[in-house]
């Protein structure tokens, strides 16, 4: 078999470091995510009611030395750069020259959602390049007959157990995508077991939390399909097209067409309508096949490029086109429109990663303003409580410069990491759930709205915050009540 082109050093390098650069100076804009927030208010633990253990680790690392959005957000940068290289490899594997491989790492990017799961940490931030890896050690097996690939791949699967379990329903997909088109005889082949039993081992601690623990991963995977959905089944049909946006979408058409037409890697693509199925399915988050479809755009490179090079005035136009994609992905992707006036740009309501960006402080400070209102003799009995889990990291972030005293939450796994003392007589409830909570408490009184004050609709604005008297049968019975998994 041929050996793979040379590696574009030259244009894949450069794209990273645009993106790294890109990422860089606007890592401070905005504000805090409230998944960050989260993150840095968990404990360190081997592992939480609704994800393994890195990020909330990470983050509180980091928070702890340097507690500022921009130092929370250099692993984001790293993976996102990560990520271009390694698609970039794919693009090389399946034959992509130099002009193919710099199509793919420009066009991931500046493609709208790789750049905006950049910009923060979350977990599908630091998943972004484990997918097109595992595919990337999986396309070399089978395209250079070294199966010992297979291993690495399996490697890989278990780190990224680490940060989340998601990457099952890949390996679920490429199993069906065997079974559907061959070759079968690698579902028992030594070495693609081997890989998967070297991923069991390496990701077993997070494994056995899981089945310590009741299997909580499910329990959350249930309540987002609850809550979510009615819209994912729907959203994840056009978001198809502007994950990586709409210029885009013949390409990585394009590399499930070179996948299929691969005997050897039929597979694949076999996988993507599988993995479509299962997104549906779970109706958890509309963009769980981001990665996969990343890795059709890396196969779709090389046939665009040959094709482009059959005529000038074609590759001019595709470069057009991906360039104006990229502009385009960072207007909506990164914080380069003013915090005042992003509110009444369609930026917020396409982004939601923007809209949970802005207000935090602000917020705290309207719920300092109400705390105040408090007499002064009940306040050693005060508590603050947040209806989720961003409420609750704003106000552990901002809360003490602003006086406010300690604050609790029943969201997902801030309800075990602490609950009120016994003689939390007064309770500053902030947040939606207060409207089903209210009956729980002596006596409740709304004092406030919540206001960003740019007009930004997200998921604090306009929610109460009220002033409630202690539990009317104790915190025994009312904090299992205020539980919730969503």
Not at 149 to 177: E, F, P, Q
Not at 332 to 355: E, Y
Request: proline share 7%; aromatic share 10%.
């Amino acid at each position: 078999m041929s050996r793979p082109p040379a590696f574009a050093r030259g244009p894949v390098f450069t794209a990273v470091f645009a993106a790294g650069v890109a990422l860089s100076l606007s890592s401070g804009g905005y504000g805090y995510e409230r998944d960050e927030l989260y993150f840095a208010l968990l404990r360190p633990s081997w592992g939480y009611l609704d994800q393994p253990p890195l990020i909330p680790l990470l983050a509180h690392g980091i928070s702890a030395v340097v507690d500022q959005p921009w130092a929370l957000r250099i692993p984001a940068t790293v993976a996102t750069m990560v990520t271009i290289v390694v698609l970039a490899l794919v693009t090389r594997e399946l034959g992509g020259q130099r002009f193919a491989q710099g199509l793919c790492a420009w066009g991931v990017a500046f493609a709208a959602l790789p750049l905006a799961l950049g910009h923060a940490l979350l977990t599908a931030t630091l998943d972004a390049p484990v997918w097109p890896a595992i595919l990337l050690f999986v396309v070399r097996a089978q395209r250079r007959a070294q199966p010992r690939w297979w291993l690495a791949a399996g490697l890989v699967v278990g780190l990224s157990l680490y940060n989340k379990l998601l990457v099952a329903d890949l390996l679920i997909a490429v199993a069906i995508g065997l079974v559907l088109v061959g070759p079968r005889r690698l579902l028992l082949d030594r070495r693609v077991l081997g890989g998967l039993a070297i991923g069991l081992i390496v990701g077993a601690p997070n494994l056995v939390y899981q089945a310590l623990n009741g299997w909580p991963q499910f329990t959350v995977g249930r309540a987002l399909e609850q809550h979510n959905g009615a819209d994912v089944r729907v959203q994840m049909w056009p978001l198809l097209a502007l994950m990586l946006g709409p210029p885009l979408v013949p390409i990585w058409a394009a590399g499930l067409v070179a996948f299929w037409r691969d005997r050897t890697l039929r597979f694949v693509a076999a996988a993507f309508p599988v993995m479509l199925l299962i997104v549906f399915l779970m109706g958890s988050q509309p963009y769980y096949e981001l990665g996969l479809l990343c890795v059709l755009f890396a196969a779709g490179c090389p046939p665009t490029a040959r094709w482009l090079h059959q005529a000038r005035w074609r590759r001019d136009v595709v470069v057009a086109f991906v360039t104006v994609n990229g502009v385009v992905g960072a207007v909506f992707a990164l914080p380069m429109i003013p915090a005042s006036v992003v509110g009444q740009t369609p930026v917020p309501s396409v982004n939601q990663i923007v809209a949970d960006s802005i207000g935090w402080p602000t917020y705290v400070g309207q719920i300092a303003r109400i705390y105040r209102q408090v007499p002064l003799e009940n306040r050693a009995h005060t508590i603050v409580y947040a209806s989720n889990y961003g409420e609750a990291g704003a106000i552990a972030r901002y809360g003490r410069a602003a006086g406010l005293p300690a604050v609790y939450s029943g969201q997902n796994g801030l309800w075990h990491q602490a609950r009120p003392p016994r003689d939390a007589t007064t309770i500053v409830f902030v947040g939606g759930a207060y409207y089903d909570s209210q009956h729980l408490f002596a006596g409740c009184g709304i004092r406030a709205y919540l206001d960003n004050r740019v007009h930004v609709d997200n998921e604090e604005q306009g929610e109460p915050v009220a002033i409630c008297r202690g539990p009317t049968r104790g915190w025994a019975v009312a904090w299992p009540r205020l539980k919730h998994v969503d």
